[in-house]
C-alpha cells in the first residue's frame, strides 16, 4: 500500500480512492492508518456468492491545499 500511496504522489496525482467491500474492517483500519478517510458508501453495488454488498469509498489527498473556496 505505501508504494502504491508513493507511486501516486511522484506521477502527481492529487488524490488517490480506495473502494472496500463492507465488513472488511481490517481494511477499512488500514487505510485509515495510512491517513484516508471514509467518504461515503456505495448500496449494494457489490456481488459475490449471490449476495449483494455495500462498498465503502475512501480517499487520500495528498495536500491540504485544495485551491478551492469552501
Known sequence: MESVIISGQEAGLHTI???I???NR???HL???LGF???GVMKEVGSKFGRLFDVHIM?????????REE
Open 26 to 28: 481490517e481494511s477499512i
Open 59 to 67: 480517499q487520500k489527498i495528498y495536500s491540504p491545499e485544495s485551491g
Open 31 to 33: 487505510h485509515e492508518a
Open 17 to 19: 480512492v480506495a473502494r
Open 37 to 39: 478517510t471514509h467518504i
Open 21 to 23: 467491500v463492507a465488513g
